[in-house]
């Protein structure tokens, strides 16, 4: 049964140095504050795994939490590149970064089957493409039919941290809205942590593709209010737009983007104190411009 408690507890608890940790969410509920806590806490060595890593990963792999990124797709949303993503890989800075790219259609097969149990997903896609010989696939025949089709190895985290919009007091997890792969994220790892919006004595059902994790697959869900900001949680908050374009100047400097983590984040001990921080619009300037 899920454990509610803090999210510094939770990830002394289950976010391990050398873990193997998938941090989900789609367009929104990403879990930026639990990536917060991580690099407040020091993880280093982490496998990171996401189908479309974005701000909150380039912020991971710059303050050099990360030795390996298995993903999909990586960029800032409508800006363009993740800089600290690009100096790992270009560069090697603040350490190398290695790669395992897969399509997002691989990606989320490599959930499903890692949710079901499964040692592996079988699909149509990477034929064809050079992709095949640059990342961990296989050609297996189907036994019925004699097509030729792509297997993918499942994914199985050692922890899953999403956000969602509620949990009820025994740890049931409600989220709705564009939810991605967060449910087969979850179901596929080893142990789930999750962020919530508030939590509430009975869970509300509403919204499009509204999804319930039962508690006995949670390990703990933490009370963080705007946990996903910049992004939002539909319902609770907008999506942050200026804090995306804000960020492509931020990271494309070394000295900006760790003096920005310096006070922003390192600087804070928990979310709410970051949110604070961020509404303070002459520290943001002295951060920006020294």
């Known amino acids: ?91 090697g800075y603040p350490g190398p970064l290695e790669l395992e790219e897969h399509s997002h259609a691989g990606m989320a097969t490599r959930y499903a089957a890692g949710a079901s149990g499964m040692p592996f997903g079988v699909l149509r896609g990477y034929s064809g493409t050079d992709l095949m010989a640059r990342t961990n696939v296989a050609v297996i025949t189907c036994p019925f039919t004699g097509e030729d089709l792509t297997a993918v190895p499942a994914v199985n985290p050692d922890v899953t941290v999403i956000h969602a919009q509620q949990a009820d007091r025994k740890g049931n997890v409600a989220m709705w809205g564009i939810t991605g792969v967060q449910k087969e994220a979850v179901l596929a790892a080893r142990a789930a942590i999750v962020t919530v919006e508030e939590i509430v004595d009975e869970l509300s059902l509403q919204g499009p593709n509204h999804v319930v994790l039962p508690t006995w697959v949670i390990d703990a869900v933490a009370l963080v209010p705007r946990g996903s900001h910049p992004s939002y949680s539909m319902g609770y908050s907008t999506r942050d737009n200026a804090f995306y374009k804000e960020w492509d100047a931020i990271s494309r400097d070394r000295e900006v983007f760790s003096r920005w983590m310096d006070v922003f984040v390192l600087g804070n001990k928990d979310h709410d104190d970051y949110l604070a921080s961020l509404d303070d619009p002459a520290l943001v300037d002295q951060v920006l411009h020294g």
């Open 1 to 91: 049964m899920a454990e509610i408690t803090s999210l510094n507890e939770a990830v002394v608890g289950l976010v391990p140095n050398g873990a193997v940790v998938a941090l989900e969410g789609f367009t929104h509920l990403i879990p930026f504050a639990a990536g917060h806590e991580m690099v407040r806490q020091g993880r280093h060595d982490l496998t990171l795994i996401r189908m479309t890593p974005d701000l909150i990963y380039d912020q991971l792999i710059g303050m050099g939490c990360a030795k390996k990124l298995i993903f999909s797709w990586g960029g800032n949303p409508g800006v363009g590149s993740l800089h600290r993503f690009r100096d790992a890989v270009e560069r």
